[in-house]
């Protein structure tokens, strides 16, 4: 039988009281550290959810919340990359160089074509060998599943890495610092309005037949076929 409900509102703050003596220092800092640490979040939420002002000084909410815009400018972001001139050329060399550039546009492929898992890890190779966009992807992808410490660490990991030497950066990309009591970041992604896409159908039906290798303690882990770099210029050339 669980403890009985208390009878007066005395009882029930009796109850709720804290005694002194029952936290040492130790949890008293700890507990202050959470609490500042969630309002770190809570203000870079803010930040980077807060209306785009507009003409009069009025305010106006974007019509998509955010993790609805993240999915879309994911999804956007992802067909600007295997759209690039380059990408075809390093996904050719990645089976042999594993290109950083390339783990980024088979990433996009395999996100295009909802393998959402085998898309993480290689954005994550990606990010890993200095491609910010690779970070940016990650960013995104965090945000649209609501992961805001996650989406926090790579839009941290993107303003680190966008000035390396020899960076891929085949979708221009802006990174805004916010305030420094908001810690986070705020991201322009330069896509043209008129983009061409491939339909995400015709990604799937490339990707169908790909080899999967079992990696200890990563899972099944899908990799790329010696022929994809050229499915992947059919499908871009046929859309445009």
Known sequence: MGSQRP??????????????????????????????????????????????????????????MLHERAAHDLRALCQGVIHDDDAARRLAHFDDARDPGGALAFACLLMLADHE???????????????????????????????????????????????????????AHEVVETTSEAGGVTVFIDLPDDQVVVPEASVKDALEDLDVQLIEELGAIPQPS?????QLEDLVTAGR
Do not use: K, N
């Open 226 to 230: 010696p022929g994809l770099a050229h």
């Open 117 to 171: 898992e085998g898309a993480q890890f290689w954005l994550q190779f990606a990010a890993g060998g200095g491609q910010a966009t690779g970070a940016l992807c990650l960013y995104l992808l965090h945000l649209r599943r609501g992961e805001w410490r996650d989406a926090q660490h790579w839009a941290r990991q993107m303003a680190s890495l966008e000035h390396e030497p020899c960076q891929y950066s085949p979708v």
């Open 7 to 64: 009878r007066t509102i005395e009882e029930a703050l009796a109850r709720a009281r804290i005694f002194a003596g029952t936290y040492t220092p130790a949890d008293l800092e700890s507990s202050q550290q959470r609490i500042a640490e969630q309002l770190l979040e809570l203000r870079w939420m803010q930040a980077i959810t807060s209306p785009a002002m507009v003409s009069g000084g009025r305010s106006a909410w974007a019509p998509l």
